[in-house]
């Protein structure tokens, strides 16, 4: 089972040791950091996290059954007043890759986000390449809307993503149906 931690300064050496080139980095975190990530863009970035009024909620996910911490993820561009949010910078510890803890990661941030932060709307944007991370977030009960054409500039490319969402609607009628 997948529980969400609040990240901490103690995991920001592990979290930099999974980056390992720009290419990723901008996949992950898109134009947020740079390249190498270091231990001052993460403060800087959970400390922007910080109170009740915050747009961002930035966490770990442990594995509760080995006690060990197998990914990031976090909400961004919180909207209150309009009930939605952002699933932001999802990222699964290498060694954790293909075995299902990226679902049941991004579902436990799902549910947590139509429970308790009482959103009524989540969405995502992927980049139409990561095909293993748009199966992850469909598995998760997410839909694509549409395609962002050529959205970042990495090196001499222009990379297109997907926005996807998941309405709170659609969350319940899936879990009525279990």
Request: charged share 30%; aromatic share 12%.
């Amino acid at each position: 089972m997948i529980e969400l931690q609040p990240l901490e300064e103690k995991d920001f050496d592990r979290l930099i040791e999974w980056v390992e080139s720009p290419e990723f980095l901008m996949q992950w975190a898109g134009p947020a950091f740079t390249y190498p990530l270091d231990k001052s863009q993460l403060g800087q970035h959970l400390e922007s996290a910080q109170g009740e009024n915050s747009d961002k909620v930035v966490y770990k996910a442990v594995d509760t059954d080995t006690d060990e911490v197998v990914g990031h993820i976090e909400w961004s561009h919180i909207d209150r007043q309009n009930q939605n949010a952002r699933l932001s910078r999802v990222l699964i510890a290498p060694d954790a890759r293909g075995g299902g803890s990226g679902t049941e990661m991004v579902k436990e941030m799902v549910r947590l986000g139509f429970e308790e932060f009482e959103f009524h709307r989540i969405e995502l944007h992927v980049f139409e390449f990561n095909k293993g991370a748009i199966a992850c977030y469909e598995k998760a009960g997410f839909q694509k809307e549409g395609l962002i054409r050529e959205a970042r500039k990495f090196g001499n490319e222009f990379w297109s993503a997907y926005r996807m969402s998941i309405l709170e609607s659609d969350w319940l009628e899936e879990a009525e149906s279990l």
